[in-house]
């Protein structure tokens, strides 16, 4: 499922790890998340999340997740706390 490489990682505030692929003349970009807080659904699910392309809004970047063995499409965005979260879509 992973597509970007993993080169560096930093926490975030609600347990989460970003990983970042740093390029050679450009910005970082997130690549995965590890532990990250599945939003949109009941109780404290949290799965590993795969960065799937380029952020498509300012607000969101596709992603993608294995949850109790399925699948899962949806996008990464903020939760107005600062951490980054996953939100499925039904597609």
Request: with cysteine; aromatic share 14%; net charge negative.
């Amino acid at each position: 499922m992973q597509i970007f490489r993993a080169d560096r990682s930093e926490p975030q505030k609600d347990g989460a790890t970003l990983w970042f692929a740093d390029w050679a003349y450009g910005s970082p970009q997130l690549s995965k998340i590890e532990n990250c807080r599945l939003d949109n659904m009941i109780g404290d699910q949290r799965a590993t999340v795969y960065i799937q392309g380029d952020a498509d809004t300012f607000f969101s970047i596709p992603a993608k997740c294995s949850f109790k063995g399925v699948g899962v499409r949806g996008y990464v965005t903020g939760d107005g706390e600062g951490n980054c979260v996953f939100r499925h879509c039904y597609y």
